[in-house]
């Protein structure tokens, strides 16, 4: 591992499953992921097994310990088929993080607190964007669903870790078009249909909302440059 790309603070765990990233780029994206597995070390297990073909550059568990799994600089494969603000290479663009959780519980504090320090010293080691941080479902709408419905988003939007959500009232009438005008411009640019354009949005902004398209959905979007 290049010493460029190795967390001083992460105990190492090498995987196997790796390569360059195509066309030389440098990471301007992070994604999260939780690991839907019963425990952070039969995650950790899968993510080094080379059959697998999966892996991520980082691994937290619920109690905060941090794995490190596959080098910064080197091109992990974690994010699969998707895309965002146009980018349909997504590991070769991106760091991925795992979140030893199911899904359907809260994130515990010493995780989210691990998270932190993590999100803080990759993005000024590669000089990211708080835009950049984005979770699994918002690059794969329909196909993933992690970081989750109890994943503290706003937490990480305090603290300048993600792209601060638009506080614009939406219009009185809602319009499907403009919804997906506004969504692209805000990075949601797989091609899926309505519905899974809008529940990938709820997902990341508004998890307990139901029903069709409402003025509400238009708020957390409402400029792109809620996501510089």
Not at 141 to 153: A, E, M, V
Not at 165 to 172: I, L, N, S, V
Not at 209 to 220: I, R, V, W
Request: aromatic fraction near 8%.
């Amino acid at each position: 591992m290049s010493l460029a790309g190795i967390h001083p603070d992460a105990e190492q765990h090498p995987s196997p499953n790796f390569g360059d990233r195509r066309d030389g780029v440098i990471p301007s994206l992070v994604v999260l992921h939780y690991t839907a597995m019963q425990t952070a070390e039969a995650a950790l297990e899968r993510l080094c097994d080379p059959s697998a073909e999966v892996s991520a550059h980082y691994l937290i568990s619920e109690k905060g310990r941090v794995w490190q799994m596959v080098d910064e600089s080197r091109r992990a494969w974690h994010a699969g088929a998707g895309q965002w603000r146009g980018i349909s290479d997504v590991n070769s663009h991106s760091i991925g993080i795992e979140l030893a959780n199911c899904g359907d519980h809260p994130f515990p504090e010493p995780q989210m607190v691990a998270l932190e320090g993590l999100l803080k010293g990759i993005c000024l080691r590669w000089k990211l964007v708080a835009g950049g941080v984005i979770g699994h479902s918002d690059m794969a709408p329909g196909r993933k669903f992690d970081p989750g419905p109890r994943f503290d988003w706003l937490r990480l939007e305090r603290l300048g870790l993600a792209g601060r959500r638009g506080h614009d009232a939406g219009p009185g009438d809602p319009c499907a078009d403009l919804f997906r005008r506004l969504a692209r411009d805000a990075g949601y640019t797989a091609d899926v249909d309505d519905a899974t354009l809008l529940a990938a949005v709820r997902l990341r902004y508004r998890p307990q909302a139901s029903g069709p398209l409402a003025p509400e959905d238009f708020t957390p979007i409402g400029h792109a440059a809620a996501w510089t």
